[in-house]
């Protein structure tokens, strides 16, 4: 079964700050992970788009890495500012259907 | 260009009764994606329209259906409402589908009685 898993459930961070959110996969066969921000009462926004061959993706404070072999995908995000306060949810796309597994997201509190 | 629009916001209803959700795209996107959001089980992927034909579909009962319009406007039924279908309901779109973004709607809060 097809399953994302992502950690830590919740994270509460200083303003200008980094932190590192974790996402574990198991989906196969594996097309793209994406990362996207949910502000509250708001639909998901992308913040990044791996494939197979990417390492490592910017998209200004953020920063996503994948690593295929171990399923593992990790995103940083540096200097945190009190707008980076959301969900995080971490969704990976089969290959061929490109349906999605979602993970359950990590809600991240930046405190002034 | 106007984002993704989902009517209404905010929905109740009781159980046993029937849902219809509204959502129209982005102007040329041709590809829907219906998702809905629970505090319990996060985000999970309905179904997918792309030219009014179901492409994709994920594992939620036949009570759930939707359709597409050749306008590209979608609108998604729920049947014989249960407690449990009480969720954010999410509309996103893209040009075709598949590997490319999505541009979510604010969604939809049903809240079943």
């Known amino acids: 079964k097809n399953q994302v898993e992502q950690s830590p459930q919740s994270l509460i961070i200083l303003e200008g700050k980094n932190c590192t959110l974790q996402?574990?996969?198991?989906?196969?066969?594996?097309?793209?992970l994406r990362w996207y921000k949910q502000d509250t009462g708001r639909g998901p926004v992308s913040l990044t788009i791996?494939?197979?061959?990417?390492n490592t993706k910017s998209n200004g404070r953020y920063t996503a890495t994948l690593d295929a072999d171990t399923k593992q995908s990790s995103l940083h995000i540096t200097a945190s500012q009190l707008s980076d306060s959301a969900s995080y949810i971490c969704?990976?796309?089969?290959?061929?259907?490109?349906?999605?597994?979602f993970g359950r997201g990590t809600s991240l509190i930046v405190h002034p | 260009k106007a984002g993704v629009t989902q009517t209404p916001r905010y929905l109740i209803k009781t159980r046993g009764q029937q849902v219809t959700l509204s959502c129209s795209p982005i102007?040329?996107?041709?590809?829907v994606s219906w998702y809905q959001q629970t505090p319990g089980q996060g985000l999970q992927f309905l179904f997918e329209?792309?030219?009014?034909?179901?492409?994709n579909k994920g594992n939620f009962p036949g009570r759930f259906s939707g359709r597409q319009f050749s306008n590209s406007r979608s609108e998604m039924n729920v049947s014989t409402l249960e407690l449990g279908d009480s969720a954010l309901y999410l509309c996103?779109?893209?040009?075709?589908?598949?590997?490319?973004?999505?541009?979510f709607g604010p969604g939809t809060r049903l809240l079943v009685l």
């Open positions: 102007s040329g996107h041709r590809s």
């Open positions: 329209y792309f030219s009014e034909t179901q492409r």
């Open positions: 791996m494939t197979f061959s990417e």
């Open positions: 969704v990976v796309r089969s290959g061929g259907s490109y349906i999605p597994t």
């Open positions: 996103a779109s893209s040009l075709s589908g598949g590997a490319e973004t999505q541009y």
């Open positions: 996402c574990n996969y198991t989906v196969s066969p594996f097309s793209n």
